[in-house]
Each structure stands twice: as C-alpha cells, then as structure tokens.
C-alpha cells in the first residue's frame, strides 16, 4: 500500500516567516495530494490540494509543489502568522481495490511565534 | 448546515465491552470513512464506503466492523473493546466517488474513546 512520509514533525518559525513542510510518497499511481490543517480539538479540514497533472498551485500565502517523479510534495506558508499554529498533515490519494483511498503523514506541528 | 457529525464525542469503556461510534452527513456523499488518530502515528484508515451496501478494509481494520445501509449514516462498532483501540476516531465523507481519487474529506470533531 501507499506510504507517505512527512518532515520536520515539528517547526517553530517566528511571525512573518515562512515555513515549509515536505512530504515523499510510495506508490507511483497515487494522483491527488492534498493538505490538511489541524486546530487543537477539531477534525482536519483542507487547506489546498493538488493533482498529478498540475506541478504547482498557489492560494494566497499557500503554495504546494509536486514533483512526480521524484514522489515528493511539499507546502510553503509565506509571512507566517500566529493563527497558522496548528497540526499540518500531507496526504496521498491513491488506487486501491477500484477505489481510492487517502494515506496521510504523521503530521507536522508548526508554532508561529510572535 | 451540519456537515459531518459524530456523536459521542467522549467515551469511556472498559476492556471487551462492545460500542457503536456513529457518524451522519446531510450532504449526499456517497463515499464515507472512519480514521483514527493516535499521537505521533497520524491518521489512519480503518474502513471506507463509496455507497450503501459497499464498504471495504483500510490500513487498520481488526477490532472493527461497518455497515452502510443509507447514505447518511456510517457507524463504527467495536466488537471487544482493547485498551489499544484507546484513540480519537474521525469520520470523513467526500463529494466524490473515489474511482479517479478521494478527493476533499469532509471531517467531523472527532470522537475519544478511552478503553480502561
């Protein structure tokens, strides 16, 4: 099955810088790549996503790359801010029995400091 | 507008009591999932459904069983709670049908439950 790693588990980075999160996946057919941001206490809601046919995608001070052929994804947050602070997870949709599951990294915690 | 809603939020059970975690969605989804969260580990797929009556193992089956008779609703049964199914358990639904990919999960607030 798919395997996603994540780095770093945590990032501590002070207000108005940015951070960046990585992810590598296994499964060569896993086409859909999204990012979830995690608040204390709550379920994990998108932030942005993006599919294998697209290399970048940028909403405000969010932006994902992906490198296909490297299996590696990684989110960029510019001019950090403290309400950033949260569990970021990456996530690899991939085929799987006709169907496609998503397999989600171990997270990334990131403490914006002001 | 609900969305996703598990209930109950908190749960304390002792070891080989059986329990029923319920999730419902009012936004016509047809593809489900029940994830659990344990620190360090992320999240991780127990079971999925793409439509009532199909429903299908992920990562961390054992323990657990499904059944989806409606649309609307995915519940989650422990059979023989264990102090290792101790965790915070998601349900997620998603617009689309999971052939091409799963596209956005819609995720509830989660459910704790401790197993003593």
């Known amino acids: 099955g798919e395997n996603v790693e994540q780095h770093p588990s945590t990032l501590s980075v002070q207000e108005g810088d940015s951070a960046v999160i990585k992810c590598t996946y296994s499964?060569?057919?896993?086409?859909?790549f999204p990012w979830y941001k995690q608040e204390l206490g709550k379920g994990p809601q998108l932030i942005i996503d993006?599919?294998?046919?697209?290399g970048e995608k940028k909403d405000q001070r969010i932006a994902v790359t992906l490198n296909k052929t490297a299996k590696h994804f990684s989110l960029h947050i510019t001019e950090t801010q403290p309400e950033d602070s949260a569990v970021y997870f990456c996530?690899?949709?991939?085929?799987?029995?006709?169907?496609?599951?998503?397999?989600f990294g171990k997270g990334t915690m990131l403490l914006v400091s002001p | 507008n609900a969305g996703v809603t598990q209930t109950p939020k908190f749960q304390v059970l002792k070891t080989g009591q059986s329990m029923t975690l319920q999730c419902a969605q009012d936004?016509?989804?047809?593809?489900m999932s029940w994830y659990r969260q344990d620190p360090g580990m992320g999240l991780r797929l127990i079971h999925y459904?793409?439509?009532?009556?199909?429903?299908d193992q992920g990562e961390v089956p054992n323990g657990y069983n499904v059944s989806r008779s409606t649309t609307e609703d995915f519940p989650l049964r422990l059979l023989s709670a264990a102090p290792s199914q101790t965790s915070v358990y998601f349900c997620?639904?998603?617009?689309?049908?999971?052939?091409?990919?799963?596209?956005?999960?819609?995720f509830g607030e989660g459910s704790r439950l401790t197993v003593l």
């Open positions: 997620a639904s998603s617009s689309l049908t999971g052939k091409i990919d799963t596209g956005e999960l819609f």
């Open positions: 499964d060569s057919a896993s086409n859909y």
């Open positions: 993006i599919r294998s046919n697209v």
């Open positions: 996530a690899a949709s991939s085929p799987r029995s006709g169907y496609s599951t998503l397999t």
């Open positions: 936004m016509n989804h047809e593809y």
């Open positions: 459904s793409v439509g009532a009556g199909i429903t």
